[in-house]
């Protein structure tokens, strides 16, 4: 019986630590962001600012909605091909991915909680993430220049 008991408790044990590892993953939001004010075309953009290896990575997961006009700036140290997906992403977004000179490179649609690769025609340094259609809607197009930038 005590043989029995050590098996069901292991079983046990083993079903927490999994249970604890999807909520600690689950629970991964970005908060406290430092914030800026960009602009395109007419249209000003509140945006978070993620330019750590960790804000970057979890970006806009597990949040489930998105102020009309907000974002998420991702800033890079370095121009690079980087490439986005959308794990834990529980909203659809777009993607401008934006060169050092605040023009906009290309932009993409991106479905919620997907693995889809989403990357840059050129390498870039910055990326902003807005909701589904953010850009279309507003007719803002690769070659528009994103203004408030930071420069490092």
Same mark, same amino acid.
């Given at each position: ?20 590892t ?9 908060t ?11 249209? +000003?953009?509140?945006?978070?600012v ?6 970057r ?5 597990? +949040?489930?909605t998105?102020?009309?006009?907000? &974002? ?9 091909? $980087?490439?986005?997906?959308?794990? $834990? ?5 777009? @993607?401008?991915? @934006?060169a050092?000179? &605040?023009? @906009? ?8 909680d ?7 025609v050129?390498?870039i +340094?910055?990326?902003l ?9 507003r ?8 203004? &408030?930038?930071?420069?490092?």
């Amino acid at each position: 019986m005590s043989i029995l008991n050590i098996k069901t408790i292991a079983r046990l044990l083993a079903g927490l630590t999994f249970c604890l590892t999807s909520l600690t993953t689950l629970a991964q939001v970005n908060t406290g962001l430092p914030t800026i004010e960009l602009k395109t075309g007419i249209y +000003r953009i509140q945006a978070e600012v993620a330019d750590t290896p960790q804000s970057r990575e979890v970006g806009l997961m597990n +949040r489930t909605t998105l102020a009309p006009n907000s &974002g998420m700036l991702f800033v890079f140290e370095q121009k690079a091909g $980087n490439c986005f997906w959308m794990k $834990n992403t529980k909203i659809p977004l777009s @993607i401008a991915f @934006i060169a050092d000179d &605040g023009k @906009i490179v290309n932009i993409d649609e991106m479905q919620a909680d997907t693995t889809t690769n989403h990357c840059p025609v050129a390498p870039i +340094r910055y990326a902003l993430e807005m909701n589904k259609q953010w850009f279309s809607e507003r007719v803002i197009v690769p070659g528009m220049v994103v203004s &408030g930038l930071p420069r490092n």
